[in-house]
């Protein structure tokens, strides 16, 4: 089955701690993106890659760092930086060959709790 | 003005109804368009894109206004199923593939 997967389902974080969240597709999409959702609130831009070996930030950067070292997966590391991580976080992706390439579709989330 | 706005509701509607939902935004240069459907602690989906000329499918329909600058998402005959929170999304400024997403509206359908 074609998809994105994110893990873990549930994640908790002790202070001072970085803890990666995971974001694989294997739909072929070139483009891939990490969002952060508080309870309430809409979709926030963390980071976005267009092509292996490049990335960008969004919106609300500070307190986190990705890679992009092969197209199927986007790592997100949530640093001790951050300060309020407590999110439901989304990653999704893209396709440029798509007609309508802005469409984007997300992976089933990750929670992120702080302990 | 923000980039996007909807309405976050809740909108309270009896099984049958029609709805309708507006979401507005702000670059009048924007291209892409879209309506997704997120439940309760899930992932947002996609439901549908929106043309220039309107879109349907089964009960929903979507339609853009370029004059001014809102999309709506229509649902006919709403089933309890359709009970969501409804998001609207836009390309953003002067970055491709780029959505900016709005804070939602929700849909609660009763019987």
């Known amino acids: 089955d074609g998809g994105i997967t994110q893990s873990p389902k549930y994640l908790f974080r002790k202070e001072g701690q970085n803890v990666t969240l995971s974001c694989e597709q294997n739909?072929?999409?070139?483009?891939m993106y990490w969002y952060r959702q508080d309870p309430g609130q809409g979709l926030r831009l963390i980071y976005y890659?267009?092509?292996?070996?490049?990335?960008q930030k969004g919106d609300i950067a500070e307190g986190y760092s990705v890679s992009r070292e092969k197209k199927e997966s986007f790592p997100l590391t949530v640093t001790s930086a951050q300060k309020n991580p407590t999110a439901f976080y989304l990653c999704?992706?893209?396709?440029?060959?798509?007609?309508?390439?802005?469409?984007?579709?997300f992976g089933p989330g990750t929670r992120l709790l702080v302990l | 003005r923000k980039e996007v706005e909807q309405d976050p509701g809740p909108f309270n509607v009896p099984e049958g109804a029609t709805v309708a939902f507006n979401c507005t935004y702000s670059?009048?240069?924007?291209?892409?368009f879209f309506w997704y459907r997120q439940d309760c602690r899930k992932e947002p989906k996609l439901l549908m894109s929106?043309?220039?000329s309107g879109n349907e499918d089964g009960r929903f329909t979507a339609q853009l206004n370029r004059a001014s600058q809102y999309i709506s998402l229509l649902i006919r005959d709403s089933k309890l199923s359709d009970s969501a929170t409804y998001l609207c999304?836009?390309?953003?400024?002067?970055?491709?593939?780029?959505?900016?997403f709005g804070k939602g509206t929700k849909l609660s359908v009763k019987p």
């Open positions: 999704a992706s893209s396709s440029a060959r798509d007609r309508r390439q802005e469409t984007q579709y």
């Open positions: 739909l072929n999409h070139d483009a």
């Open positions: 890659s267009q092509i292996v070996n490049d990335f």
């Open positions: 670059n009048s240069a924007s291209q892409s």
């Open positions: 929106v043309y220039s």
């Open positions: 999304a836009v390309n953003r400024r002067g970055s491709q593939g780029n959505l900016i």
